[in-house]
């Protein structure tokens, strides 16, 4: 098994944490994070027991592809804010592309500004 980065035993670790209790005062977003989490964790794991054809590159990749697909749908208020909370936590632990992390913020913003339209 080849030897994993700096950055990438970093981003193992973060991910194999739990989410501080205080850290966060919804137990919705807190759900929905530990959710992409484990989704990132647990893909980077099925990937890297694949054997010698794969490797931490490719694991990492599928892995934030798979924490995305566990965020939440940008429907109602607490789903938003549930997004916008996974989108950030995936970019600052690099589960997510910068780029990538605006398109998503971005696309949550005017799901925003679309909720607050149709509410008035």
């Known amino acids: 098994m080849p030897q994993l980065s700096r950055t990438e035993l970093a981003l193992v670790e973060v991910l194999s944490n739990p989410v501080p209790e205080t850290a966060l005062s919804q137990s919705s ?6 959710r992409c989490r484990a989704a990132w964790h647990r893909t980077y794991k099925e990937y890297m027991k694949r054997g010698r054809d794969q490797n931490e590159y490719v694991a990492a990749e599928q892995a934030g592809r ?12 607490e789903g938003i804010r549930d997004f916008i909370a ?12 910068a780029e990538r992390g605006g398109q998503l913020l971005y696309a ?3 799901a925003l500004g679309a909720l607050a339209r149709a509410s008035k």
């Open 108 to 110: 949550a913003q005017v």
């Open 86 to 97: 996974c989108a950030a936590h995936g970019i600052l632990i690099g589960a997510i592309p």
């Open 29 to 34: 977003t807190r759900n929905a994070l530990r």
């Open 66 to 77: 798979a924490y995305c697909n566990a965020m939440p749908l940008l429907t109602g208020h």
